[in-house]
């Protein structure tokens, strides 16, 4: 995995999947070096039945989106379920920044690849995410503008407290499991008090 930034994007990250590294290297190997081509043909077909993908990884490049207030969710008071509670309402857009990223990452990926000598590089159009869910419930001090503090613990009530990525203001790059159990351990003294009485 290589972490790739530039100055001019100081968060960006950008990831050359094991995948489309593979099927490079499996191009380049010489006819003698059977051992080399199988193992990575090999892994390339146990790739493929695994994720049902063939070719170079389609998320070859990602890149971190910094906070932006406006991406949210809100209950859709016009627009009701069965219960005839509120549905949620999803507002997202992606900023200029992150796009000029992506296309940065596009770039860098694209230069590594040729010199590569890549014969199979393709960059889908659409932007996908990570899979992580992430956000919905705020962090701070103030319960008109947020639903935990810092300790993770609901404004409303004061035994709920709320572990996970809903806190994140965005989405990482990477995986956030890391960042979770840290967040999950700093509430756990609070907890504790709170079950001390």
Known sequence: MNHLGRREFPSLVGLLSPLGLLRGMAQRVPPSATAQRISADAFLELSARLTGRTGLDPEIAQTEQ???????????????????????????????????????????????????????????????????????????????????????????????????????????ASNPTLTIAAMALRAAGPIRRTIAG
């Open 66 to 172: 910094l906070p932006d207030s406006e991406n949210r969710i809100v209950p859709d008071y016009e627009n009701r379920d069965a219960l005839g509670l509120p549905r949620p309402r999803i507002r997202f857009r992606l900023d200029d920044y992150t796009r000029r990223g992506l296309e940065e990452g596009r770039r860098i990926h694209l230069q590594i690849l040729t010199a590569m000598k890549c014969t199979e590089v393709q960059h889908g159009d659409d932007v996908k995410g990570s899979g992580h869910v992430i956000g919905t419930y705020r962090m701070g001090s103030d319960p008109k503008r947020s639903v935990v503090d810092a300790d993770l613990r609901a404004h409303d009530h004061h035994n709920l407290y709320l572990l996970g990525s809903g806190v994140f203001p965005t989405g990482a």
